[in-house]
């Protein structure tokens, strides 16, 4: 791995120089951006249950080591739509202690991640599973706006799907019109704001006119202040939470969950960025940016954090262009929260309610989950088998059950390309309509002599098929030529199916002759010691050469 994978851009800006007409873009696209995530940083939190101000801790702190130390010029961090079903999950079995752990844990796996050369390979998760688990969480955080948005009088809410809803529906007698009202209110504010201006979040200027609504009027809804109190206006003391060995032991599956799923949305965010800036974003630095801004944020009271989709693209359109921007962006965040953070106790309930059921709209990309219900059946069940585990189970769960059906449907489909079979019959299929040069229409097999072919990757989802292919060989032929050439690989399994192959036409008095041995499958049989067992000259490099050696050995 190159070390310059691991320089932050921010080092890589600085060095080829930084422009004031640059920082000034910057400027305008970090204050922008961080009035936008104001209003989302509270909503995230209350939703992942936790308190108001812990969203904003982890938009601040995390937010400024994620644009500190990014592989992305433009990557904005914080808290996310993401991460709340995740959280709101080990907040209710573990508390924030829990979370606590489980977050530094993850962030301890991230770096280690970006550090071993694993930010291109977890890029390779399967769409349909990242489909499928956004489109879990964002009914999850639909339905988690109930009691808010309907304004109903419930102390809890079932954290279960199913269960959330029944309860929601025998409070129905409950709702308060005045809650309901402000809530469609924002949703309508949201929608058709950017009509008048793109400038400014249509979420804070609903913030701002619902929050004075209630005020004026007295409106009888609930606020953040009368549900959790007073908002602080600092930041907290810096604070390691207390490990213990059982306890890291308990959280680790929850830790690798959000380290999975914060790795997996950084690096979708960063290259949605570089689609929109036409740059590159270094992956491993950014899973290492984002591990070291997960281990911090629990110090000071936060919660998981990773690259954002939304803000990104917010603040590319504003201008951003270097991780300034995300600087500027934690900084406007820090000054509001000491200036105005008082204030944000006075903010409606049904306002947030309303902002999260916008989010859960846009983040569920129903359209693109209708068109991959038209892919393969394969693709087709790791999308909802995803899906449904997000939403009915656990999204921990669904992450390593979604992965795991992947990686053996996967498997399965590449040992379907697989094919071994006796040369006439795949003569027939094959090598006749596309005029094959090495084809054995022209070739004439001595007698005695049985040729049969392996076509595709030689690994053990493709090593059952080759043994009853093989099994079908009449009697005992003199010579066995198995031609290799569409092999690209081969594993231990396949090799020892080779090796047994090689045994029982030793023990049959046949003897067993490769053909067209690729480079890395021959490196393969050296390493292991096969070539030697099967002798050197029993490995030639096409079909003639094969044949003629098959020819000498009946003739002997």
């Given at each position: ?225 009368s549900r959790f109190g007073a908002v602080p206006n600092s930041l907290p003391a810096p604070h390691l939470p207390a490990f213990s060995l ?311």
């Amino acid at each position: 791995m190159s070390t310059s994978s691991l320089v932050p851009k921010l080092v890589t800006v600085l060095r080829e120089g930084y422009s004031r007409h640059q920082f000034a873009n910057d400027l305008l696209a970090g204050l922008i951006v961080g009035v936008v995530a104001l209003p989302l940083a509270i909503a995230f939190a209350i939703a992942s249950g936790v308190k108001p101000e812990q969203g904003l801790y982890t938009a601040v702190v995390a937010g400024f080591i994620i644009s500190l130390l990014s592989g992305s010029r433009v990557q904005i961090g914080g808290p996310t739509g993401a991460f709340v079903v995740l959280i709101f999950g080990i907040m209710a079995k573990y508390g924030y202690q829990g979370l606590a752990v489980a977050t530094i844990m993850a962030g301890i796996m991230l770096v280690l991640m970006g550090f071993a050369g694993m930010g291109t390979i977890i890029k390779y998760v399967p769409y349909p599973v990242t489909v499928g688990f956004t489109a879990g969480i964002a009914l999850i955080i639909l339905a988690g706006q109930g009691r808010d948005f309907f304004g109903l009088n419930m102390e809890t809410v079932p954290s279960e799907f199913i269960p959330k809803l029944m309860a929601y529906g025998s409070h129905l007698s409950s709702i308060n019109l005045w809650a309901t009202g402000l809530g469609v209110f924002t949703i309508a504010i949201i929608l058709l704001w950017p009509r008048v201006t793109r400038r400014l979040p249509g979420s804070l200027i609903a913030i701002l006119l619902t929050t004075a609504l209630v005020q004026y009027f007295n409106l009888p809804v609930e606020t953040i202040g009368s549900r959790f109190g007073a908002v602080p206006n600092s930041l907290p003391a810096p604070h390691l939470p207390a490990f213990s060995l059982v306890q890291v032991r308990e959280m680790f599956f929850p830790a690798l969950s959000i380290a999975l799923l914060g790795g997996i949305e950084s690096l979708l965010s960063a290259v949605v960025a570089d689609g929109m800036t036409e740059r590159r974003h270094r992956s491993n630095m950014e899973l290492v940016a984002q591990g070291v801004a997960n281990i911090v944020s629990p110090i000071f009271g936060g919660i998981p954090a990773t690259g954002a989709i939304a803000r990104t693209a917010t603040n590319i359109k504003n201008g951003g262009r270097t991780p300034v921007a995300g600087l500027i962006h934690a900084a406007t965040l820090l000054l509001i929260l000491i200036f105005f953070g008082k204030w944000a106790a006075l903010i409606p309930m049904a306002t947030l309610a309303g902002i999260l059921v916008v989010v859960a709209c846009h983040m569920g990309e129903w359209q693109l989950f209708a068109r991959l219900m038209r892919c393969p059946r394969s693709d087709v069940a790791v999308l909802l088998s995803t899906f449904l585990l997000t939403l009915f189970i656990d999204l921990t769960v669904a992450i390593q059950v979604g992965m795991l059906l992947a990686m053996v449907l996967f498997m399965r489909r590449m040992a379907e390309t697989t094919h071994v079979g006796k040369m006439p019959d795949l003569l027939k299929e094959d090598e006749e309509n596309i005029g094959d040069p090495l084809s054995m229409s022209s070739r004439k097999v001595p007698a005695g002599v049985e040729v049969y072919e392996v076509a595709g990757p030689f690994f053990f989802g493709a090593a059952d098929k080759f043994k009853r292919a093989l099994g079908t060989v009449a009697g005992r032929p003199k010579v066995l030529v198995l031609r290799l050439r569409h092999v690209p690989i081969i594993d231990a399994t396949g090799l020892e199916a080779l090796e047994n192959l090689y045994k029982k036409a030793f023990r049959g008095g046949t003897r067993l002759i490769l053909s067209g041995v690729a480079p890395e499958v021959r490196h393969v049989m050296v390493r292991s010691g096969f070539i030697h067992r099967i002798g050197r000259n029993n490995i030639c490099a096409d079909i003639d050469s094969a044949l003629e050696r098959a020819a000498k050995g009946i003739e002997k």
